[in-house]
């Protein structure tokens, strides 16, 4: 199965020649109409050849919970991404750890997110917000993906690292090669240019640690907070170990809200009737961003190796297996999730969704990046009357990351 061979037909081809890893499915978003089959017909799928290597996948939403809820049975180690790790540049992150190391880890740096301190920052993402926001060429027609969804996540991230602000967009572009490799996601990045990029990220952190070592801070910054607990004070000797997590912090705090900032301003014009239910009444505001975060679902899957023989929805997998749970299509299936296709900004029950995962990897950043979201509509609600998309957005190639490159709009005053 060679992905350089053109998509069958989504609604005729046999299950057994469509790959389903294949990038351009999400690049050309017509990956609906393969994954709404596999859901009827073949829910828990086996597929022998990939440029992946073999593979299932888990496509209704309640198996996917009932995977990533059973961390025993489903290891997240040794990579949480279709491709396997690459030899090279072995990274490790707690996201693709099982207890007892995952729970360790992930404690030394959740308290960066944790409610007292969101509702700290929440000021300084508002007055960040409002300058860009201020800053948009009124009436002319410009990239929403770079000068809003970008500019937004990139200078969160600065704050989460306390990193020289100037200097914010190499976060970006750290973020984007780690996860734009051919063998990661099928996405474009060039081998050499990827491993540098990551050597420059894992250098620029070393210093950054070693310049904060023994001054006293009080705070809450991501390397300060793995530097004080005792389970991850010395991780920065263990280079393919810091790498990892600050690598892990990086894209889940970059890649994922920045394409929901994105996908939100889409879904709307394609929904105008949904457009006027928020103008006319802005109490929506949350409950929309989890619909749009569930629309989005930015991150199209994760995956996991079976730790033994087991069944899953009367399938036999077999200990060692990959095992990829398609959150997007699960966030699509009609059993779990009532006109799912169908985006509304006042559902009941809108935080029923899987696109910030399920157990004990779900999402750490996801009241973080409700929150940023929030506050984004909030603010471009006082100043514009419409975001106008102008034309068809460029999307990512990229079977994990469910995104865009490009979303040319205009805005409207109030
Ligand atoms: C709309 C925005 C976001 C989405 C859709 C999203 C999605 C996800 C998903 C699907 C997982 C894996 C869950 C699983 O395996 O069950 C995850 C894990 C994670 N996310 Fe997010 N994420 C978002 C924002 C953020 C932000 C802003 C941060 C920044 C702190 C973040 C940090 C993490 C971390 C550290 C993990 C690993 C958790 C663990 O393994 O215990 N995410 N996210």
Redesign the pocket.
Known sequence: MSQSAAQPDPLSAALQDIDFSDPRMFQRNNWHGYFARLRDESPVHYQAESPFGPFWSVTRFADIVAV?SNFEDFS?EPT?VIGDLDDDMPLEQ??AMDPPK?DVQ?KA?QS??APQNLAQMEALIRSRVADILDQLPMGETFDWVEKVSINLTTQ?LAT?FDFPFEERSKLTYWSDMATAAPEVSGGEADPEERQAALMDCLATFTRLWHERKGTERSSLDLISLLQKDPNTEDIVDKPMEYLGNLI??IV??ND??RN?ATGGVLALNQNPGEYDKLRADQSLIPSMVSEI?RW????AH?RRRAARDLELNGQQIKEGDKVVMW?MSGNRDERSIDNPNDFIIDRNNPRHHI????????????R???M??RILWEEIMQRFSHVEVIEEPRRVLSNFVNGYEELKVRVHPV
Request: net charge neutral; with cysteine.
């Open positions: 990533d997240s949480i707690f996201i995952h992930r740096v960066a997110v969160m989460l892990l912090l889940g705090g994922t809200t929901s975060i989005q679902t930015p991150l994760m959150y696109a910030f995962g399920f157990g004990i990897h779900r999402c750490m950043g996801n973080l990046a409700e940023q979201l």
